[in-house]
């Protein structure tokens, strides 16, 4: 569907999504409408890489998950941090970017949620002009007095109220889900304004696509080379392999997927034996979203929104997309005559 046919902004698709729950504050609308104003100031800075000093590039630091940060890491998370809960909506913020939580002043608004992002996925392919994103995930208060507390921030994905993902490519797209499937929404440039153009996304069933980082293979353990190699040749004589997409953005991978059908792979292996991607605002936003559209989230053994987080920057292993293929995922890691584990 093109933007240019259909004039539902996301904000005015939010509100009608508000207008479910007749108690509702506001907060929470507002609070979705403070991210996607977000992501358009990204989106802009984004676009005008390459043009303006001091944007490519690395900072010449690490971040807390011992990566470099890149100069628009930096700009997105400062962004992030400062538009939302502008209102008093949220009592924390958490990012990929930061070592602790930033605790928020609510002021006279409600304090009622905790928000959760990774403000720049992919980053390292920033200077290559290769599709990346922002991850964000919103959970309820638990506590009810004083400062928020731990128990506020980690809480499983069974429990998020909304996430979402913006991904900067040849066209900026806004995706969300309130737990009433996940729709998509395109910048038109020309007005500044998210467009629904992809309402109710579904994941097919089953896909042809694998994306999954091959460089990695030696350090998997058999059962992963195992399920790898049967995706790539067929899982039986009589099927055949699926097409190999991998971008290095999670992001993107993940996105291709949601549209053709497929599977993302980042298994545990000997120099991450914990996994390498990030529950709370990598793994769990995603699961939610490909859960709402008909597919599935797993560690390779149980859904990824059952997993109780003890910590902000905790890994897991993920295998996220088509429903069926996860599914014969978690079966292949379940079969003993495979071989041991890491």
């Given at each position: 569907m093109s933007p240019a046919g259909n004039l539902v902004t996301v904000?005015?698709?939010?509100?009608d999504l508000q207008r479910m729950h007749p108690s509702a504050s506001g907060d929470f609308t507002s609070l979705l409408n403070d991210?996607?104003?977000?992501?358009?100031?990204?989106?802009?800075e984004v676009g005008r890489a390459g043009l303006v000093e001091d944007i490519l590039g690395s900072t010449g630091e690490e971040n807390i998950q011992g990566e470099i940060v890149q100069r628009?890491?930096?700009?997105?998370?400062r962004i992030m941090l400062s538009c939302l809960g502008r209102r008093g909506q949220c009592c924390m913020l958490a990012s990929e970017e930061l070592e602790k939580p930033v605790l928020r002043e609510v002021g006279s608004g409600s304090g009622s949620y905790v928000v959760v992002f990774d403000p720049l996925d992919g980053s390292s392919n920033i200077d290559a002009n290769v599709s990346i994103g922002t991850i964000f995930s919103i959970y309820r208060r638990r506590t009810i007095n004083g400062p928020a507390q731990d128990e506020d921030l980690l809480q499983p994905g069974s429990k998020l109220l909304?996430?979402?993902?913006?991904i900067y490519g040849s066209s900026t797209m806004f995706v969300y889900t309130t737990g009433h499937g996940a729709h998509g929404f395109t910048l038109d440039p020309g007005i500044g304004e998210f467009l629904l153009s992809h309402e109710n996304l579904s994941i097919p069933f089953a896909g042809d696509i694998y994306?999954?980082?091959e460089g990695n293979e030696p350090k998997w353990d058999s059962r992963v080379r195992e399920i790898v190699r049967r995706l790539k040749y067929g899982r039986d004589d009589e099927t055949d392999g699926m097409s190999a997409r991998y971008i290095g953005s999670l992001v993107a991978d993940f996105h291709r997927n949601m549209l053709y059908g497929g599977v993302f792979l980042y298994p545990a292996h000997t120099g991450s034996p914990d996994g390498k991607l990030r529950l709370l605002y990598e793994a769990a936003p995603l699961a939610m979203i490909a859960e709402q559209a008909g597919g599935y989230g797993s560690n390779g053994h149980s859904p990824i929104l059952d997993i109780q987080p003890d910590s902000l920057h905790q890994r897991v292993p993920l295998y996220i997309g088509s429903r069926e293929t996860v599914l014969w995922i978690e079966k292949m890691m379940a079969d003993s005559t495979l071989g041991a584990g890491l």
């Amino acid at each position: 569907m093109s933007p240019a046919g259909n004039l539902v902004t996301v904000e005015s698709h939010i509100l009608d999504l508000q207008r479910m729950h007749p108690s509702a504050s506001g907060d929470f609308t507002s609070l979705l409408n403070d991210i996607a104003f977000a992501a358009k100031i990204i989106s802009r800075e984004v676009g005008r890489a390459g043009l303006v000093e001091d944007i490519l590039g690395s900072t010449g630091e690490e971040n807390i998950q011992g990566e470099i940060v890149q100069r628009l890491d930096e700009y997105a998370n400062r962004i992030m941090l400062s538009c939302l809960g502008r209102r008093g909506q949220c009592c924390m913020l958490a990012s990929e970017e930061l070592e602790k939580p930033v605790l928020r002043e609510v002021g006279s608004g409600s304090g009622s949620y905790v928000v959760v992002f990774d403000p720049l996925d992919g980053s390292s392919n920033i200077d290559a002009n290769v599709s990346i994103g922002t991850i964000f995930s919103i959970y309820r208060r638990r506590t009810i007095n004083g400062p928020a507390q731990d128990e506020d921030l980690l809480q499983p994905g069974s429990k998020l109220l909304a996430a979402g993902y913006v991904i900067y490519g040849s066209s900026t797209m806004f995706v969300y889900t309130t737990g009433h499937g996940a729709h998509g929404f395109t910048l038109d440039p020309g007005i500044g304004e998210f467009l629904l153009s992809h309402e109710n996304l579904s994941i097919p069933f089953a896909g042809d696509i694998y994306s999954v980082n091959e460089g990695n293979e030696p350090k998997w353990d058999s059962r992963v080379r195992e399920i790898v190699r049967r995706l790539k040749y067929g899982r039986d004589d009589e099927t055949d392999g699926m097409s190999a997409r991998y971008i290095g953005s999670l992001v993107a991978d993940f996105h291709r997927n949601m549209l053709y059908g497929g599977v993302f792979l980042y298994p545990a292996h000997t120099g991450s034996p914990d996994g390498k991607l990030r529950l709370l605002y990598e793994a769990a936003p995603l699961a939610m979203i490909a859960e709402q559209a008909g597919g599935y989230g797993s560690n390779g053994h149980s859904p990824i929104l059952d997993i109780q987080p003890d910590s902000l920057h905790q890994r897991v292993p993920l295998y996220i997309g088509s429903r069926e293929t996860v599914l014969w995922i978690e079966k292949m890691m379940a079969d003993s005559t495979l071989g041991a584990g890491l």
